[in-house]
């Protein structure tokens, strides 16, 4: 998409504090954390949001998410997708947050 925020960094036309690439997804810092560790996980392909992904990107997004969890060594954490209008940008991404407490606001 020729104006999609996302796959001008995706591109690397916009410089973003890459995290971790695969040959599927990107992962980079959020601009305005919410979290002490607040990371977008965006597929390189153009996927408006879940309505158009497949299986096999949520089986990535899950097996990064867990190697990401792991690598901080972060006992709780949490996966967010917003759809349709809930989105600010209109290509699929999660934000993985963390650390999350038992105790945490919802």
């Known amino acids: 998409m020729k104006d999609c925020v996302f796959c001008k960094i995706v591109k690397k ?5 890459i995290e971790k690439e695969t040959d599927n997804l990107i992962v980079f810092k959020e601009m305005s954390p919410k979290a002490p560790i607040h990371l977008l996980i965006v ?3 153009h996927y408006k949001d879940i309505t158009e992904a ?4 949520w089986r990535e997004i899950r ?3 867990n190697e990401i969890a792991k690598q901080k060594a972060l006992v709780g954490f ?3 997708h917003n759809a349709g209008e809930a989105a600010v940008v209109h290509h699929m991404h999660v934000h ?3 650390p ?3 105790d945490r606001e919802i």
């Open 54 to 57: 497949d299986g096999d990107i």
């Open 100 to 102: 999350i407490a038992v």
């Open 13 to 17: 036309e916009i410089p973003s504090q």
């Open 63 to 65: 097996d990064i998410a």
């Open 96 to 98: 993985f947050l963390g």
């Open 43 to 45: 597929p390189k392909r």
């Open 78 to 80: 949490r996966l967010v």
